[in-house]
């Protein structure tokens, strides 16, 4: 039975954190092409997200600008889908699964969240439902919701990418000690 102190590579981890990769999951990462679209899709997201914000806030403060607010609420809602879409198939290669790996999980859960509130907006402007400040103002709750998300992937890229760091780290070590050894033995 290993240790809680070590992962199934059998490098050290913070105790009782689980790593997010396996090597054959890392290597499946780093060779689809589906890492580099959610490279590219997140920080356009997150222009459209910022841009749109602006408008929302602008008519919820002022009452003017109604248009353009409510077409880029539908402009990130679309962007919103894009980004699950390509980003369930990016888990489906990585993980084998479209969505809820454990490695995902509460990220995945709380994206269905802002996914509904995003597709609620909608459901409200094509049908006419409330007033137009009442969608805004869900707009933006999805808003909120999807800062949250966003902010829960960047804490898990930042956690990859330290993993990976370690994992390097101690390979190199690994290496180094057995050419130590080697060296020591000739």
């Given at each position: ?47 459209i ?21 409510n ?20 888990e ?95």
């Amino acid at each position: 039975m290993r240790s809680n102190d070590q992962n199934f590579s059998g490098t050290a981890t913070k105790r009782g954190t689980a790593p997010l990769y396996t090597p054959e999951q890392r290597a499946r990462r780093d060779s689809t092409p589906w890492t580099l679209v959610q490279g590219i899709l997140a920080p356009i997201q997150f222009v459209i997200f910022l841009v749109s914000l602006v408008l929302v806030l602008r008519y919820l403060d002022s009452g003017e600008g109604a248009f353009a607010a409510n077409v880029s609420v539908v402009v990130k809602t679309c962007a919103l889908y894009l980004i699950m879409v390509t980003g369930a198939i990016w888990e489906k290669v990585v993980f084998g699964k479209y969505l809820f790996v454990p490695a995902f999980f509460w990220e995945d859960v709380f994206s269905m969240l802002v996914l509904a509130l995003h597709t609620a907006y909608l459901v409200m402007l094509f049908g006419d439902l409330g007033t137009e400040r009442e969608r805004l103002l869900l707009a933006l709750a999805a808003y909120v919701t999807y800062a949250i998300n966003a902010g829960q992937f960047i804490l898990k890229l930042r956690a990859a990418r330290l993993q990976g760091n370690a994992g390097a780290r101690s390979e190199g070590a690994a290496q180094a000690a057995s050419g130590t050894a080697m060296a020591a033995s000739a």
